[in-house]
């Protein structure tokens, strides 16, 4: 472990090219191509080989030499992607085959995703547990949880392995964007896509049905859609006029319209209507958006401050986030519950929830206003001091204690404990989730306000 603190402390400066949020983790990408990750770690999804979270970033040994150009977490899983070698990597929970390695074993480690092997991969987009891509001529892939249609195959099955989505066959995809369990696309022509579980008019298709293939929104007059981004349950879209439009469910204010009121197709943000708005993010019930000038906006559910304004208060209107002086923001990204930002001096904040170490400061505090991570802020430690990983490889078998194969899914109408355990398969040699059917498709509709999703039990 000296060596390793050593080693990562020679060399060039480097500098954080990128970050990604899931549930309670944060991945970001330095220069070098190197992946480090901190939070919560109980499923893999920090990567390190262990179920041990972090509080402070820490280098992904299993990703040197891989060659890492993005970075994309869904909730308890991460993704990871090599423009030079057309390689996609994934760990982290692997129920419902969210990581497209054929099963529903969860990795400690990454791995390669056999079925995007060669593929040039523009984009990967992951929601709470399923994923998809868009390839180098347009094309998209999907697989993993499909209970609502939200891989858009047009049936209600898992995919253990990535698909292509046969309604796209001849239109180009610019941009995906994946919520809990539905799903937006942008196409290079500026139409905008809705498909997947659609209760609350998120998939601004004008009703609250879902849709088991893609579904075009109805156009909004002279605008062509641009950017899209997915909360949990809301869809957040940017026009070429840098105009923003956002629909869906509006419970704590999320959709930044001044009221609690779901809209079932888009509906332009007026609070910002005289911003240019260059970059979106959705959080669990929150969203933020970021200006031309490097400004940048939070609403929403707001209750471990991950908004940003200075308080804890919910916020159905946008309000401008406090604290990062005398410099702009040029990328942002939501996790479920806390908030990551870059700016244009090479510096990173987080703020929000941080009870398993997410906002990467060393401890497991809450906050309500950006702090800067030392470790990876240029005006900070500049990466040099991070440590690594013990020293892997990609995975080829993970280790899962039996003892950890049965988990208890809380729900907000909380059933008998039968009814809320992962029972435990084996498939070549690696323990699979099964999960129970009785608990039908909104098992997972809405968690409750604690960090705890899954909570392991002896056998």
């Given amino acids: 472990m000296e060596e390793d603190k050593a080693a990562s402390s020679e060399g060039p400066r480097k500098r954080v090219v990128a970050v990604s949020a899931g549930a309670s983790h944060t991945v970001a990408l330095l220069s070098g191509d190197v992946v480090c990750s901190w939070g919560r770690a109980e499923d893999g999804q920090l990567g390190h080989g262990d179920a041990e979270e972090r509080h402070l970033p820490l280098i992904i040994s299993a990703l040197d030499d891989c060659e890492i150009s993005s970075i994309t977490c869904g909730a308890d899983h991460t993704t990871a992607r090599s423009e030079s070698t057309k390689t996609v990597y994934s760990w982290g929970w692997g129920d419902f085959g969210r990581l497209g390695h054929g099963n529903s074993s969860d990795l400690f480690v990454p791995r390669a995703i056999r079925g995007l092997r060669g593929l040039e991969i523009r984009q990967i987009a992951c929601g709470d547990s399923h994923c998809l891509a868009i390839t180098g001529d347009g094309e998209v892939h999907s697989w993993g949880r499909n209970q609502n249609g939200q891989l858009g195959l047009g049936h209600t099955e898992d995919v253990l392995v990535p698909n292509k989505v046969a309604a796209f066959e001849g239109i180009a995809v610019k941009m995906l964007a994946a919520g809990a369990e539905h799903t937006a696309a942008v196409t290079e022509s500026g139409k905008l896509y809705g498909w997947g579980w659609g209760r609350y008019g998120n998939l601004g298709l004008g009703d609250r049905n879902d849709r088991l293939v893609p579904g075009e929104v109805a156009a909004v007059p002279g605008e062509k859609m641009n950017l899209v981004a997915c909360g949990w349950r809301h869809t957040i879209a940017v026009a070429d006029s840098g105009k923003l439009f956002t629909f869906g469910w509006s419970k704590y204010g999320?959709?930044?319209?001044?009221?609690?009121?779901?809209?079932?197709?888009?509906?332009?943000?007026?609070?910002?209507?005289?911003?240019?708005?260059?970059?979106?993010?959705?959080?669990?019930?929150?969203?933020?958006?970021?200006?031309?000038?490097?400004?940048?906006?939070?609403?929403?559910?707001?209750?471990?401050?991950?908004?940003?304004?200075?308080?804890?208060?919910?916020?159905?209107?946008?309000?401008?986030?406090?604290?990062?002086?005398?410099?702009?923001?040029?990328?942002?990204?939501?996790?479920?519950?806390?908030?990551?930002?870059?700016?244009?001096?090479?510096?990173?904040?987080?703020?929000?929830?941080?009870?398993?170490?997410?906002?990467?400061?060393?401890?497991?505090?809450?906050?309500?206003?950006?702090?800067?991570?030392?470790?990876?802020?240029?005006?900070?430690?500049?990466?040099?001091?991070?440590?690594?990983?013990?020293?892997?490889?990609?995975?080829?078998?993970?280790?899962?204690?039996?003892?950890?194969r049965y988990a208890v899914v809380p729900d907000e109408t909380m059933g008998p404990l039968t009814n809320r355990l992962h029972q435990t398969n084996y498939m070549d040699d690696q323990a699979v989730f099964v999960p129970d059917a009785s608990t039908g498709s909104d098992r997972t509709s809405h968690l409750p306000d604690s960090e705890t999703k899954r909570l392991r039990t002896a056998l």
């Fill in 254 to 404: 999320q959709l930044g319209h001044g009221d609690y009121e779901d809209h079932l197709v888009p509906f332009q943000v007026q609070a910002l209507k005289n911003k240019t708005i260059q970059a979106v993010s959705g959080g669990w019930r929150h969203t933020v958006a970021l200006d031309e000038d490097g400004q940048l906006y939070g609403w929403g559910w707001n209750k471990f401050g991950q908004v940003g304004c200075g308080n804890t208060d919910d916020q159905n209107s946008p309000k401008l986030v406090t604290g990062i002086d005398n410099q702009k923001v040029t990328q942002v990204t939501c996790g479920w519950r806390h908030t990551v930002a870059i700016t244009d001096r090479g510096n990173v904040y987080s703020w929000g929830r941080g009870t398993s170490g997410q906002l990467g400061h060393g401890d497991a505090v809450d906050r309500c206003v950006p702090k800067r991570v030392e470790a990876l802020s240029s005006d900070g430690l500049a990466c040099q001091n991070i440590e690594r990983s013990p020293s892997r490889t990609c995975a080829t078998s993970n280790w899962i204690s039996p003892a950890e």
